[in-house]
């Protein structure tokens, strides 16, 4: 089944404490993006990837890092978290690197940072 | 001021009705743009793409008006299935950024 998958779907932390969450497609996707979604504010784009080893800040890049050494794999990393990366966090992978590509989202990694 | 403005809502609608609500965006130079489909906190999904002489899907419609600068999503003959939170999305660019909407709320009521 294609798909995009993301880990852990819920995640309760302390501030400080790296943490990883993973995300995978099985599409052969070219293009991955994570975005973080908070209330009223909608999704706002955190990282994005055109390709294997290339990527690129979104609007809202400050404390978060990734990483894309396989074209499947597009992991999210928080070195320091503080309580305001609390957030609803997706994955995204698209064919291509044109952006008017649609879309195909993970299931959402709930994140809270105490 | 925000790159991508959609009324909140929520819109209430009567099973069987009309309902139209747009999305409003700041950059003319914006390339695409897609209507997405969100329910209660989980995956957006791709609902459609707006098309410059605007398209249509079943019971929905799409418009995109450039010289005002903004979209429309119209849903026809409203199903209680349709009720979710509908995203606006734009691209600036053809690299990768997408700009997305805060969403807004449909309710369909029996």
């Known amino acids: 089944e294609a798909q995009v998958t993301q880990n852990p779907r819920y995640l309760i932390t302390v501030t400080g404490k790296k943490l990883t969450v993973t995300c995978s497609q099985n599409?052969?996707?070219?293009?991955m993006s994570w975005y973080r979604q908070d209330p009223g504010l909608g999704l706002r784009q955190i990282y994005y990837?055109?390709?294997?080893?290339?990527?690129d800040k979104g609007d809202v890049p400050e404390g978060y890092k990734v990483s894309r050494k396989e074209k499947r794999n597009f992991p999210l990393i928080l070195e320091s978290p503080s309580p305001n990366q609390t957030s609803l966090y997706f994955c995204?992978?698209?064919?291509?690197?044109?952006?008017?590509?649609?879309?195909?989202f993970g299931p959402g990694t709930r994140l809270t940072v105490l | 001021r925000k790159e991508v403005e959609q009324d909140p809502g929520p819109f209430n609608v009567p099973e069987g009705a009309t309902v139209a609500f747009n999305c409003t965006y700041s950059?003319?130079?914006?390339?695409?743009f897609f209507w997405y489909r969100q329910d209660c906190r989980k995956e957006p999904k791709l609902l459609m793409s707006v098309y410059s002489s605007g398209n249509e899907d079943g019971r929905f419609t799409a418009q995109l008006n450039r010289a005002s600068q903004y979209i429309s999503l119209l849903i026809r003959d409203s199903k209680l299935s349709d009720s979710a939170t509908y995203l606006c999305?734009?691209?600036?660019?053809?690299?990768?950024?997408?700009?997305f909407g805060a969403g807004t709320q449909v309710v369909v009521t029996p």
């Open positions: 995204a992978s698209s064919p291509a690197v044109r952006s008017y590509n649609e879309q195909f």
């Open positions: 950059n003319s130079a914006s390339q695409s």
């Open positions: 990837s055109m390709n294997v080893e290339v990527t």
């Open positions: 999305v734009v691209t600036t660019d053809s690299w990768g950024k997408l700009q």
């Open positions: 599409m052969n996707h070219e293009y």
